[in-house]
Structures are given as C-alpha cells and as structure tokens.
C-alpha cells in the first residue's frame, strides 16, 4: 500500500486548509484511516482517525476545528482544517491502520504516506 499527502502550506490564524490523503496498491477500502502530526521536537501524535464504517474520532486539540472524511471510491481521505492556529504547524501524515475501533497509536498503522507541511503563522 502507498499513501500520498497534500495540500500543505502556510496559512495565517483562523485560516484553513484541507489535506488529502490517496492510498494506492489496494482494490478494496477495507481499512481505517488516520491522521497524524509532528512538529518540530515532538512525538508523532494522532489527530483524527475514520473507519470503515465512517466512524470519526479526533483528539481533543482539534475537535470542533477538522473534519475526516473518506471518499472510498477514490480511495483518499481528507482533513479539513479550520480555525488554524500556531500550535498546529507541523508535519501531517496520513496512515492506513488494520485495527478495529478506536485507533490512536502509531504503532498500530504499519502503512504511512510521506506528510506534508502545514505552517501556520501567528
């Protein structure tokens, strides 16, 4: 499975931006979705996952800010983000998980798309 990111940048507070995310190698969308961030110094953390059935989940940092979304068709998700704000400049990737339920670690998608760059700036 490949993944590949876009729609990274650099916004202003209080902009937006939409990532998206294209999985390839696969005929089925039988999988989760996540995405995850790191900024400069920082663990990777989990941002928001969708599952195969369309369930979402976010971290507490973003709720009522992003939006997942799937398109299963195309095989890409995406990441509206709204209301942008310094403290979420990093690196996102999106990443294909296998799990049931509720995942959130990083060790448990074993397949990553290379991130984009989100810069947000004060």
């Known amino acids: 499975v490949q993944l590949q990111a876009s729609g990274g940048g650099l916004v202003m507070t209080g902009g937006s931006l939409r990532l998206s995310c294209t999985a390839s190698g696969r005929t089925d969308s039988n999988y989760g979705m996540g995405w995850f961030r790191q900024a400069p110094g920082k663990e990777r953390e989990f941002v928001s996952s969708i599952n195969r059935s369309g369930v979402t989940h976010y971290a507490d940092s973003v709720k009522g800010r992003f939006t997942i979304s799937r398109v299963n068709a195309k095989k890409m998700v995406y990441l509206q983000m709204n209301s942008l704000k310094p403290d979420d400049t990093a690196i996102y990737y999106c990443?294909?998980?296998?799990?049931?339920?509720?995942?959130?670690?990083?060790?448990?998608?074993?397949?990553w798309g290379q991130g984009t760059l989100v810069t947000v700036s004060s």
């Open positions: 990443a294909i998980t296998f799990q049931y339920g509720l995942v959130w670690k990083t060790d448990e998608y074993p397949y």
